[in-house]
């Protein structure tokens, strides 16, 4: 559903006005509640470097939101593509410009940018600041992707969009199957079977397996479902073994499956098919792939979507997490008025705003568990359900040349021009020598 200007302002004014007008505020700036002393106010410029696209959208109502409650401010969004969006952060932040006050960060650069020093340590500039930060309403594994290093180290970036994958099926055509919600990838195969033989939809299932990163993102769910890994815990070495070929191979049975060609299938191939009712599961979505599956305008589906996380099979439910973050460059000399800004869009109440007008997948536990916005969005009680159980993509700087390796092995299974087995000594091969740096 797309919302107009008029439509969000109207929303803001009536019914999560009360948000915006009724609640004393949503983030907490300082300890003390007293009323500010009178003097001059100081005006603060904020440059912001950041997502086009969805991202865009949710960001700049924001900043309108902000901008109005807090006139002495002015914000300039600067949007840019994914990987532009990548080499200009990388530039801006190497030459320790202040050009930008705040980054928006995809969580896989995290590791690299905390590695090289380049973001403020945001608990740090807090205390400095007289603010106390609530991290208690993010899932646990979002704190820790924030931090550098990983888990224990300084918060360098504060969760905003809370992507992660989710397990979509057809409801209907399971209830006329007498099949159950699955729980495992062997459910899922099950499901496959009986779907094929029904005839009830073009196809039981697709994914994506394009080379690179789509087939290595829409394959980890199963594979740590399956007890695998890609990188060992200390991040010097493979770590795929025989529960990757088992994994793969398992992949290669739910092809059997899948539409024809589904190894140069990317997200567009398998969201048109999910959403334009061709397919009866796709083994991944993203949030922003069914915020608008219930619209009967853009959906052939409307209400016959059900979600769950993806299943697990030897191990827990394991989907992958790929959360969008702020972050405030060491070089800005706007700090605290940035950080001000990441408390206001982090904070329950606009997350709870965001989702209900603009599909914003939250961050906080608290807005995944309000009546109001799963009535609206019945998708995020499973995304923020997702979020905690989530597994984020292994915390090493040169993830990139890892997934480039991994992937392009994957689709090569796929294509049938390797063996599982062979794939996996291959990539193993060469991620051991990326990780050594080679």
Sequence with gaps: MSTTRRDFLKLAAVGAGALVLGLAGGYQWGASTAAPPAKPPVTY??????????????????????????????????????????????????????????????????????????????????????????????????????????????????????????????????????????????????????????????????????????????????????????????????????????????????????????????????????????????????PGWIKDADNPAVSKVPGLLAYTTTPGERTKPSPLLGVWYWGIPAGSQNKEAALQYILYTTSARMQKLMAIVKGLPPVRSSVGEDKEVVGLRRWIAVQVKSLKVAVPRPRTPLWSKVEDIFGSYLNQVLAGTIKPADAVAKMSDEIDKVLAGG
């Excluded at 190894?263 to 191939?269: Q, S, V, W």
Aim: glycine share 8%; net charge negative.
């Design 45 to 286: 410029s904020l440059s912001v470097l950041g997502r086009d696209a969805e991202h865009q959208d949710i960001n700049t109502a924001v900043i309108d939101f902000f901008t109005r409650e807090n006139p002495n401010f002015k914000v300039e969004y600067s949007p840019l593509a994914y990987s532009p969006l990548y080499d200009k952060i990388v530039l801006a932040l190497k030459e320790g410009s202040s050009a930008y006050d705040l980054v928006y960060m995809d969580d896989p650069w995290l590791p690299q940018f905390g590695e090289m020093g380049w973001l403020t340590d945001l608990e740090a500039l807090a205390r400095d600041a007289g603010v106390k930060l609530d991290l208690g309403d993010f899932p646990d594994v979002l704190v820790e992707v924030g931090r550098h290093p990983y888990k224990t180290g300084k918060l360098i970036a504060m969760p905003q969009l809370g992507n992660v994958q989710i397990f979509a099926y057809r409801k209907d055509v399971f209830d006329k199957l007498g099949l159950s919600e699955p729980a495992t990838w062997t459910d899922v195969l099950n499901a496959c079977k009986k779907i094929k033989d029904s005839g009830l939809v073009e196809h039981p299932i697709a994914f994506r397996g394009a080379k690179g990163n789509p087939v290595a993102t829409a394959f980890q769910p199963i594979l740590y479902a399956f007890g695998g890994k890609i990188v060992s815990d200390d991040l010097k070495k493979s770590a795929l073994d025989s529960k990757a070929v088992e994994a793969i191979e398992f992949f290669l049975e739910l092809k059997k499956y899948a539409p024809p060609g589904v190894e140069n299938f990317g997200t567009p191939d398998v969201r048109d098919r999910l959403i334009g009712g061709r397919i009866a599961m796709s083994t991944e979505v993203w």
